[in-house]
């Protein structure tokens, strides 16, 4: 039970000026860390900078903070429109592991990068972007106002850059484009702008590339972003949905992995530079529909995951100017069960890593690297899956996956993947319309 002098003064003392005297912020929502006394106490103590919550372990002793844990559920739990909620918990046989929500309330979130440990930018597939910090979340100006908002069309991946040379901000942005004079056909397309942090907006944009030619389709546009460990920009775009048009011709730039100069410009050492009819920025090819994608921490490798189709969802290391057979040799068929090659190897084209068998309907890629996670998470791979709404965890042994978790399960369709700077790993999960931030809870 709450001590009756006590508690009331520690909440008026730690916890009214953020939470409102009468403790508006514990009824009417769902508590995003947990409603359970284990819960509010760990956050009491611990904190959650990602929330603007100070700790307060070092200046309130077990007895206090348990008090006044009863506290506020004695206060919450007399309002109707309390509404208790345990964080989500997957246990594995080596690492139970919370899943805190950070942001809620969204309809379709797409894409994720930081500003800082603390401070994200968020894209909705609507045409939405979103700067959260400490939990507020305040909506950025500036964006483009040409996408294609169809199918699985729209506003996709974001990713923030601060150039080391002029200390100048950049904030790029990945999505679906309607061909000018026609909305009903649409291309990839890569732009830029500068990142006015005073303001929460963007500079005028700058278009970077578009993955031309424009198709009638409204599927498979990709699309990750990301800098490689060589300091240069790697973009993925699918194939359109135009599997027999794409994957195979260096002529079009659907169904590949592009490498640029962070300006945009081509770098003179890509693979297809000076040869007649390629396109230039082409950094590798032979791919279906690469929704994931991440660069290796220690190696500066691009890894990338593709969404197959009835099967043969892979992951793949990606080398300059190799071909990942998509669609002349798979591990996958067509959705309706036949065949669409006999063939899973051919000389020439490269193998996966891993593919998957059903499909999960890969999406969001990451690899567990520093922060909280255990020596025997560290390297290991988290993988969205949109068909079976769970996160995936891949453990790696000599560079071979060993063995696989489902963590999550039933959450929604994950989306999204993200690392913080800090080695904090967050989930963005569409349906639930939420960003998880996952949680070594024990090892």
């Known amino acids: 039970m709450p001590n009756p002098k006590t508690a009331p003064a520690s909440y008026t003392q730690f916890c009214s000026s953020c939470h409102g005297p009468e403790g508006r912020d514990f009824v009417g929502r769902t508590w995003k860390l947990g409603s359970t006394p284990e819960d509010i106490e760990r956050v009491i103590r611990e904190g959650y900078e990602l929330l ?67 401070t994200l930018l968020i894209t909705e597939r609507e045409g939405r972007i979103w700067h959260c910090e400490a939990g507020r979340m305040t909506e950025v100006t500036g964006g483009p106002t040409d996408i294609h908002v169809r199918g699985q069309g729209g506003l996709l991946d974001v ?65 990750r972003v990301g800098i490689g460990g060589d ?6 775009c699918g194939e359109r949905g135009k599997r027999d048009v794409h994957p195979q011709t260096l002529t079009t730039s659907p ?42 921490p220690q190696t500066g490798q691009v890894w990338t995951h593709e969404h197959g189709p009835k099967g043969g969802d892979e992951i793949n290391v990606v080398q300059p100017g ?43 890629f990451e690899t567990i690297h520093g922060g909280p996670w255990p020596a025997a998470w560290q390297g290991d791979l988290l993988a969205g899956s949109l068909s079976f709404e769970y996160l995936e965890r891949l453990h790696l042994e000599e560079g071979r996956v060993a063995k696989r978790d489902r963590l999550l399960e039933g959450v929604g369709r994950v989306r999204d993947i993200a690392r913080n700077p800090s080695g904090d790993v967050f989930v963005a999960v569409e349906g639930a319309g939420k960003i998880f931030h996952l949680v070594p809870a024990s090892h």
């Open 159 to 223: 990713m923030h850059w601060e150039d080391p040379e002029r200390g100048t901000e950049w904030v790029y942005l990945t999505y679906s484009k309607d061909e000018p004079g026609n909305d009903k056909r649409s291309a990839t397309a890569l732009v830029r702008a500068e990142w006015r942090a005073d303001t929460k907006a963007l500079g005028p944009l700058e278009e970077l590339f578009v993955a031309l030619p424009y198709e009638g389709t409204h599927h498979h546009y990709g699309s």
């Open 255 to 296: 169904g590949k992995v592009h490498r640029f100069n962070m300006d945009g410009s081509v770098p003179a050492d890509n693979p297809y530079v000076g040869q007649d009819g390629a396109v230039p920025s082409i950094w590798s090819w032979g791919h279906r529909n690469p929704q994931g994608m991440f660069v290796h």
């Open 52 to 118: 603007g919550m100070p700790a307060y372990g070092d200046v309130m002793d077990d007895e206090a903070v348990a008090e006044l844990t009863a506290y506020v559920l004695d206060r919450a739990a007399s309002e109707r429109s309390f509404k208790p909620e345990a964080p989500a918990v997957t246990v594995t046989d080596d690492l139970t592991v919370r899943a805190n929500v950070l942001v809620d309330g969204l309809e379709t979130p797409w894409g994720m990068d930081f500003l800082n440990d603390t």
């Open 231 to 236: 300091g240069k920009l790697y973009l993925t």
């Open 322 to 364: 190799r071909n990942y057979g998509w669609p002349v040799i798979t591990f996958g068929k067509n959705y309706t069960g036949t065949i669409i090659t006999r063939d899973t190897a051919m000389a020439g084209m490269e193998q996966p890593l891993h593919y998957w068998l059903p499909s999960i309907g890969a999406c969001g």
